[in-house]
């Protein structure tokens, strides 16, 4: 479970980047990778999406010593 975290955490902090670069430089990092449109961006895009959904569960294990 711990893994899936993790790369749970570095989708969001992708996603989070790529959103950054749009409302600053409107550059698409994804986009300027994967290309305009392609079904690998739209699968980037989409686990990024599943990622974020997945961490919302996150805010149960705020304040837990174990967390």
């Known amino acids: 479970m711990k893994i899936l975290n993790c790369i749970c955490l570095t989708l969001v902090i992708v996603g989070a980047i790529n959103w950054g670069l749009?409302?600053?430089?409107?550059?698409n990092l994804v986009s300027g990778i994967f290309g305009d449109g392609t079904i690998w961006t739209r699968i980037v895009y989409a686990l990024v999406g599943l990622a974020g959904l997945y961490?919302?569960?996150f805010y149960g294990n705020l304040g837990r010593d174990d967390a």
């Open 22 to 27: 749009v409302g600053i430089f409107d550059f």
């Open 55 to 57: 961490s919302i569960g």
